[in-house]
Nanobody
């Protein structure tokens, strides 16, 4: 079955950097849009960024200029490089494979705090 496994989360200070990775199994991601979503405490889950099979990226305003989404189809992975992080970036981050039935990872905690 399809599995998405996130890694790289944790505690980071404001202004610091963090790199989230997502490894897919059970499916080749090369033909699919991949995305990262996040859910902060007490808030709805929201899109952070997406990337097409051809590598075109779209970022929400909160991520633009600070986050970079990339994919390695050969390794079946995607990565979200987070720079200049802010306390508002604190959330559980989810890797998503976009199809008629979206697949989600289990989520990984990112905490931005001094």
């Amino acid at each position: 079955q399809v599995q998405l496994v996130e890694s790289g989360g944790g505690l980071v200070q404001p202004g610091g950097s963090l790199r989230l990775s997502c490894a897919a199994s059970g499916i080749m991601i090369s033909g699919y849009v991949m995305a990262w979503h996040r859910q902060a405490p007490g808030k709805q889950r929201e899109l952070v960024a997406s990337i097409t099979s051809g590598g075109t990226t779209v970022y929400t305003n909160s991520a633009k200029g600070r986050f970079t989404l990339s994919r390695d189809n050969a390794k079946n992975t995607v990565a979200l490089q987070m720079n200049s992080v802010k306390p508002d970036d604190t959330a559980v981050y989810y890797c998503t494979l976009i199809t008629w039935k979206n697949y989600w990872g289990q989520g990984i905690q990112v905490t931005v705090s001094s």
